[in-house]
């Protein structure tokens, strides 16, 4: 996550949504053997990568990979640690999904050996791959999958993404069957993100017994196993010995010996350590970095890969249960007073990339909500209104972000276009972890945030639900607090609707109900960079498995999705070196 606090927080259903590059050569190698020499290509996907070098014809085994992640992360509990994009990324390293998403954004099983729904889509049936073993030795069988969907159902964090689920039945040793309260279409996307990486019993129960270790050393199925955890400092994992995915030759998964994590917070610094060769790979979210990327690239220094597709927006999120801002004649007026083009010459996203729903505009899903333009003027008079209504006093509220110096400035600026309406601005800053907390709890008044990149709308349905609106100081996935009947009715007539224009036509009505009720001043649609070195291979995910009549289970199926808002998993990489 970039330094404005993301929804990714856990990604239940995302699995989070938007992606940050490749081609379909890098990220979807047709076989074990290395991609072509690409550059400037684009996949169907929608990503592009630029000036990749060319590459040996076999991938090599050892080595160690540096991750220069842009956040620290409050643990690695699936059940109950707030993961954003970082944290997912490092869940990526030590669990595996249930499912996983292929190139037309549709999840298909990789834990999984299947998944179906009932004709009414209120039951969904999941089997297992056989001999899946996690990294304590236990057998990932029904009753672990059992154990953790009830898990994630119970939890105070997890619960609200997956409320329609009601009871799990075994159906035999690998099998279970999910039982909704209502219709779930596009239940298989929850599986893809922090809803389905699974971990094994034992850390299940350290959890529940308030064990420390359930946050600081996780147990997965993933490729790397948990070796060290130094907070504000580095996550390192190492091979996972008994790894269950092969390549195409038979050579067991990952390559590489080990793999650390180091959060490093500051964009610039990021840059300059993959620069400097003190790390092996970065990832950003921010436009004014891209050209200088690009350059880098360009010259022959690194490799560089840009997303598309329906990315995270940035936008200001305003808590709608708090005064001055509960007014929504208020909220309008900052929707008004908010100069985009501005905003874009600070941060450099281009005016094709300016947001005004959660949906991109190349996307499946936008329509034109006649979101608020540009109108100073407008802004003033509904901010005066309000004045004369309440004393004379100007409307007075306090809004965060993070220390990171783009936030920095993005806030200043619109603190500034704000006042020229007639609003009091306060800014205040804090670490990201302190951010989302507060957003998850209701504690602030308004904040500069980055959210919603599902590929299915359906994935942001908890954030936006009435019943998540939790009164201050608890738990609530709805972060903005929004309590609309007319929104939840097109919120569960988007979920439980198998034809896709019903479902089209519900998720036209949501961009609609927030361009009138403001909850988010939208700024962008998110664009993540991924660049590394030129020694690394195969760094965006690849093809999913697929078993073998031997029982083997190789990662030669159809190709993924290469990069899921800035996610990806890193089973694949190697260093050609």
Known sequence: MSPKPSAAIMRLVLAAAAVATLTATVGCAKDTTAP??????TNRAGQVAVSVPAKSQQPKMGGS?????????????????????SGLLIANAVFDPIAAFDENKQPQPYLAEKFEPSADFKQWTIKGRPNIKFQNGQPLDSAAAKKFTLAIKNSLLTGPAARPIDTVDIVDNLTIRINMTQPWVAFPALLTGQGGLIPAP??????AAKDPAASTQPIGTGPFVFKDYIRDSKFV????????????????????????FRPIPDGQSRVSSLLNGDIDVMHDSNYNKVELLKAQADAGNIQYFQGGGEDEETFAMINVQEEPLKDKSLRQALAYATNRQEIDSITGAP??????????KDGDWYVDPNFPKFDLAKATSLVDAWKAANG??????????TPEPDNTRVAQALQEQWKQAGFDVTLETGEQTKIILNAVTAQYQAVLFRQFSAPDPDGETHWWLGVNAAPKGQLGLNFARINDPALDAALYKGRSSPNLADRKAA???????????????WLSHTRWNIATTNDVRDILNQRLPVANPDGTVTATGAPSLPVQAGVHRITYAWKDV
């Open 392 to 401: 004379g006093q100007a409307p007075k509220f306090t809004f965060s972000t």
């Open 237 to 260: 994992a190492t091979k996972n010995p008994d790894y269950w995915q092969k390549d195409g030759s038979g050579q067991t998964l990952p390559y590489l010996d080990s793999i650390t």
């Open 351 to 360: 005016p094709e990339q300016d947001a005004d729903s959660p949906f991109s």
């Open 65 to 85: 990979l540096t991750y220069g992640i842009e956040a620290e992360t409050d643990g690695f509990d699936p059940t109950s640690n707030r993961w954003a994009i």
């Open 202 to 207: 034992e850390q299940l129960d350290r959890s």
């Open 36 to 41: 072509e020499q690409s550059t400037d290509t």
């Open 507 to 521: 998720y036209a009505d949501v961009a609609k109900i927030f361009a009138d009720l403001v909850p988010y001043v």
